[in-house]
């Protein structure tokens, strides 16, 4: 675990320079950087297992 740490406080951050030719796609549009704002707010939900068969009629009533 030393190691690791010692190692990762050592590091360098790489770098996030672009080729040229790598700044547009091929229709034109301009590349996003890793550094800009999102533009896409993401949610995913997973079910759980036999979830419609665990819920108590408090929980279906609450949520409807």
């Known amino acids: 675990m030393q ?3 010692a190692l990762r406080i050592s590091a360098r951050a ?3 320079k672009r ?3 790598e700044e547009t796609f091929l229709d ?3 590349v ?3 550094d800009d704002d ?3 707010d ?3 939900i997973v079910p759980a297992y036999n979830e419609t068969e665990r819920r108590t009629t408090r929980d279906v009533v ?3």
């Open 42 to 44: 993401l949610s995913i």
């Open 38 to 40: 999102p533009t896409i």
């Open 28 to 30: 034109g549009t301009k």
């Open 3 to 5: 190691v690791y740490v």
């Open 19 to 21: 080729r040229k030719g």
């Open 14 to 16: 790489p770098e996030k």
């Open 62 to 64: 609450g949520n409807t």
């Open 32 to 34: 996003p950087s890793i």
